[in-house]
């Protein structure tokens, strides 16, 4: 595991309660994680997402990931948790717009200590979000704790790879991210058997690279205005943003990060 000192959920919440927030949107979609909805349906694929199940998202920002999961899954309930309240009033007005309101639900909280009951649903989700959150020790026994025996946890995450970052790649890659730490397949692994689960699928997708060009090839070639209006205009940053895009693109291209996929059963 890398860790960064000093990154904490203000940075997190910081970012997605302003313009950077809704930068990462305009490039990724509303669905922002990589590989959009082809990522979210091989997960559910793998994980056996049921029909009339129910689920809890930590970490579900705007909520695209449980209106995909009701809307192609046919699953009765999903609660998002966001410790963000512009995202989850987002969401919330996005589902409510879409007419889903009553198999979505919504919580501002904490992903680590939702208040949900003990074995209350049949899978824990999550995309490409994981990695802000610094405990990752209690998150996944938060997860494994409100997951009924059987259930699965099913999430994508972005990972350390297997070349390694050195120490001044890594605080420049955590910082400019803000993650507080990431993890890498092991590690995870680690982390759901220690909480009595049964990993299934632990596995590099292999989308980064491909989908980091995709990304700033969009900025580049057709979205540079639209980028610039949501940081203000303001050439300087957005250049050093770039900078920081193209950086992370070399460390996917060098194997350095890359997006995990992983599902487990709970005993």
């Known amino acids: 595991?890398?860790?960064?000192?000093?990154?904490?959920?203000?940075?997190?919440?910081?970012?997605?309660?302003?313009?950077?927030?809704?930068?990462?949107e305009l490039v990724m979609g509303e669905q922002i994680h990589i590989?959009?909805?082809?990522?979210?349906?091989?997960?559910a694929e793998r994980a056996g997402v049921a029909e009339g199940s129910s689920g809890v998202d930590?970490?579900?920002?705007?909520?695209?990931?449980?209106?995909?999961?009701?809307?192609?899954?046919?699953?009765?309930?999903?609660?998002?948790?966001?410790?963000?309240?512009?995202?989850?009033e987002r969401g919330r007005r996005r589902t409510d717009e879409e007419g889903l309101s009553d198999r979505v639900e919504f919580v501002v909280g904490d992903a680590t200590d939702t208040g949900m009951p003990d074995a209350s649903v049949d899978f824990v989700w999550g995309?490409?979000?994981w990695c802000y959150v610094e405990d990752k020790r209690r998150l996944i026994a938060e997860a494994a704790r409100?997951?009924?025996?059987?259930?699965?946890?099913?999430?994508?995450?972005?990972?350390?790879?297997?070349?390694?970052?050195?120490?001044?790649?890594?605080?420049?890659?955590?910082?400019?991210?803000?993650?507080?730490?990431?993890?890498?397949?092991?590690?995870?692994?680690?982390?759901?058997?220690?909480?009595?689960c049964r990993v299934e699928t632990a596995e590099d997708t292999g989308r980064f690279p491909s989908h980091v060009d995709l990304y700033l090839?969009?900025?580049?070639m057709q979205l540079t205005y639209d980028a610039l209006k949501l940081i203000g205009l303001a050439m300087e940053l957005m250049q050093?943003?770039?900078?920081?895009?193209?950086?992370v693109r070399q460390l996917a291209h060098e194997g350095k990060i890359c997006q995990g996929r992983f599902v487990a059963a709970r005993a």
């Not at 590989?35 to 997960?43: A, I, K, Q, Y």
């Not at 695209?64 to 192609?72: C, D, E, N, T």
């Not at 090839?217 to 580049?220: A, D, F, K, R, V």
């Not at 050093?240 to 950086?247: A, Q």
Request: glycine share 12%; aromatic share 8%.
């Open 146 to 196: 409100l997951t009924r025996s059987g259930g699965k946890i099913a999430f994508t995450d972005w990972l350390v790879g297997p070349e390694p970052m050195d120490d001044g790649e890594a605080e420049r890659y955590l910082r400019f991210m803000k993650f507080p730490n990431v993890c890498d397949l092991d590690d995870y692994c680690d982390l759901l058997q220690e909480c009595g």
């Open 1 to 24: 595991m890398q860790t960064l000192a000093g990154i904490s959920l203000a940075d997190v919440q910081a970012v997605y309660d302003g313009p950077e927030g809704d930068l990462w």
């Open 58 to 88: 930590p970490c579900c920002c705007n909520g695209a990931g449980m209106r995909f999961l009701v809307r192609f899954r046919s699953v009765a309930h999903v609660t998002g948790v966001d410790a963000t309240e512009r995202v989850v």
């Open 217 to 220: 090839q969009m900025l580049n």
């Open 35 to 43: 590989g959009g909805l082809t990522s979210s349906m091989d997960l």
């Open 240 to 247: 050093t943003l770039g900078g920081e895009m193209d950086f």
């Open 127 to 129: 995309e490409d979000a």
